[in-house]
Nanobody, 126 residues
């Protein structure tokens, strides 16, 4: 399994940005893709996740209403549309795969994910 995140960059406060996560070498039927972020000096935190099977989604409270996660199973891509960005959204963003996902709950903790992509830096200027 390989994941590659892209789309980070510098954006002004209240701006928008779309992150992409390319998932390759994946043969599982049922899994979840999550987005995490880690700001300087802070612990990694879960942002959002999506089930590949039914597209059900979860958002952490700090991003609810501003971020939208989506997937394109045919292209094996997962996206994170970020709008109304704030300086506190500045972080390295990672996508990850939970290959043991059963649908019983939304995996939002780092330990629930077993494959990680490299991060992409998002910087929101005030």
């Amino acid at each position: 399994v390989q994941l590659q995140a892209s789309g980070g960059g510098l954006v002004q406060s209240r701006g928008s940005l779309r992150l992409s996560c390319a998932v390759s070498r994946f043969t599982l039927d049922y899994y979840a893709i999550g987005w995490f972020r880690q700001a300087p000096g802070k612990e990694r935190e879960g942002v959002s996740c999506i089930s590949n099977r039914d597209g059900s989604t979860y958002y952490a409270d700090p991003v609810k209403g501003r971020f939208t996660i989506s997937r394109d199973n045919a292209k094996k891509m997962v996206y994170l549309e970020m709008s109304s960005l704030k300086p506190e959204d500045t972080a390295v963003y990672y996508c990850a795969a939970d290959t043991d996902y059963s649908g019983s709950h939304y995996p939002i903790e780092s330990y629930e994910y077993d494959y990680w992509g490299q991060g992409t830096l998002v910087t929101v200027s005030s």
